[in-house]
């Protein structure tokens, strides 16, 4: 099986970016020495590279080449309501749509979150959320095969991935998320009806058991769908 190396490309400039590997005003390798460094066509270095101007983490100098934008950084903390809180909070009926629930294998990105080698089996959850039959949120999940395979087997478009986890007797202990802005590529902005490039927000999730990692997940959510709010005093 032959898998595309586009997303390793993405994973570690992301990374980088993100540690500050970039100066300010310093260009990102071409593409042409991407493709170069990492054995790929230039045509795979500029999905990578046109992915992370899409989310918001570089962009394009015609003619100078790719630069980080500065915006990205970690800020404190934030509480993530379920989509039944939200509904009740509107009194509107929520509902969950299952586009796959089967065993994969572990992109470049889950591989890393996961701690597996490229390709690995895992188990891979897609849903389609919302409330009153608008889509809001895409939901991406991928976790360890050991003890969740039961998943398959289980109503997963009734009820939260949380509680089945609880009630095949899995304890999420710990969770770490970070949440950005981006842009919707186009098969995501179809399956939430809404337009190529919309504004979206993008949370990426680490759950952990108490004995170690457990999965890695990604939510996309309209951006004129919601807001993340919180009360603190200063």
Do not use: C
């Not at 949440?179 to 190529?196: W, Y």
């Amino acid at each position: 099986m032959v898998v595309s190396k586009y997303p390793l490309i993405k994973s570690e400039l992301k990374q980088k970016l993100l540690a500050g590997g970039y100066r300010e005003g310093e260009a990102l390798p071409s593409e042409v020495t991407l493709a170069k460094h990492y054995g790929v066509s230039r045509m795979t270095a500029r999905r990578a590279v046109d992915e992370l101007e899409r989310e918001g983490y570089i962009f394009r100098v015609q003619g100078a080449g790719s630069f980080p934008t500065g915006k990205r950084f970690r800020q404190g903390v934030f509480r993530v309501r379920s989509l039944e809180e939200m509904a009740m909070a509107v009194h509107a009926a929520p509902f969950t749509r299952v586009l796959k629930a089967q065993i994969g294998v572990a992109t470049a990105e889950v591989a890393k979150a996961l701690g597996l080698n490229l390709g690995t089996a895992v188990l891979e959850v897609q849903r389609l959320r919302g409330i009153d039959e608008t889509p809001l949120l895409l939901e991406e999940r991928y976790f360890l095969i050991e003890n969740t395979e039961r998943l398959l087997k289980m109503p997963l478009h009734q009820e939260s991935i949380h509680a089945l986890l609880v009630s095949i007797g899995i304890t999420v202990a710990r969770v770490e998320q970070t949440l950005d802005a981006v842009n919707l590529d186009l098969t995501r902005a179809r399956l939430l009806e809404t337009q190529n490039g919309a504004a979206a927000f993008l949370m990426t999730r680490q759950s952990f058991t108490p004995n170690g990692i457990l999965g890695f997940s990604r939510y996309w959510v309209r951006g004129d769908g919601g807001a993340f709010a919180s009360a603190f005093e200063p």
